[in-house]
């Protein structure tokens, strides 16, 4: 079945060291998307991929990087995470940017030590 | 600015009852209307979506959704609610094409 695959499904690291989260997908969507999702809370937007062409979010933290090598593979990199980085990471696809559903993988909860 | 406002953070309702979680926007126009499902631990499962035509559209999971311009107002219900229906649900709207506005979510609990 097509689908969003992210890896791992835990991460856990300790303040301060780097870490990076993957997402592939086997839907060949165009756009591939990245959440912070925090406990109680809605999906926050942190950047989306359109094709090899990269769009942040005006408030994402400089700390928070992306690369998407090739269509399928999308990750997020945290240079220093923080306590406050500790939540749920999600990573969704579409096949274009407009006014498509998204489709979402697992998620990877992440917690920082 | 532009919103979605779902107004009840937590709904319970026992297994059997008839379920009904509200959305409300503030957009000018007409916007792609979305609802997601999201059981603990997991990623966003897409319930329905309304695009255009037919006001009341059908889902997976036996849910349905009813799109009201005039109340400005995209709910969704359930005739019946299953235990396994326990779960966050978020209502979404993309009126840009370029980024969807999540709803603060309702968490449901299913009581025997």
């Known amino acids: 079945d097509a689908m969003v695959i992210q890896n791992p499904r835990y991460q856990v690291t300790q303040f301060g060291k780097p870490v990076t989260l993957s997402c592939s997908q086997t839907l060949n969507h165009n756009v591939m998307y990245w959440y912070q999702q925090k406990s109680s809370q809605a999906p926050k937007l942190l950047f989306h991929?359109?094709?090899?062409?990269?769009?942040n979010e005006a408030d994402t933290p400089d700390n928070f990087q992306s690369r998407r090598p090739n269509t399928s593979f999308c990750f997020l990199d945290i240079r220093s995470p923080g306590l406050g980085d500790a939540a749920m990471y999600l990573c969704?696809?579409?096949?274009?940017?407009?006014?498509?559903?998204?489709?979402f993988g697992p998620g990877t909860r992440l917690t920082v030590l | 600015a532009q919103s979605v406002t779902q107004p009840d953070i937590h709904i319970t309702v026992s297994e059997g009852a008839s379920l009904e979680l509200r959305c409300n926007y503030s957009?000018?126009?007409?916007?792609?209307l979305f609802w997601y499902v999201q059981s603990p631990g997991q990623g966003l499962q897409l319930l329905l979506k309304?695009?255009?035509?037919?006001?009341l559209v059908q889902g997976i999971k036996g849910f349905e959704a009813e799109f009201k311009r005039s109340q400005s107002s995209f709910n969704l219900r359930k005739p019946s609610v299953h235990w396994s229906d326990a779960a966050e649900y978020f209502c979404a709207v993309d009126n840009t094409g370029n980024q969807f506005y999540f709803g603060t979510g309702t968490s449901l609990t299913v009581i025997p």
């Open positions: 957009y000018g126009a007409t916007p792609y």
């Open positions: 969704a696809t579409s096949r274009a940017a407009i006014y498509n559903e998204q489709f």
């Open positions: 991929y359109y094709d090899k062409d990269f769009n």
């Open positions: 309304y695009f255009s035509g037919d006001t």
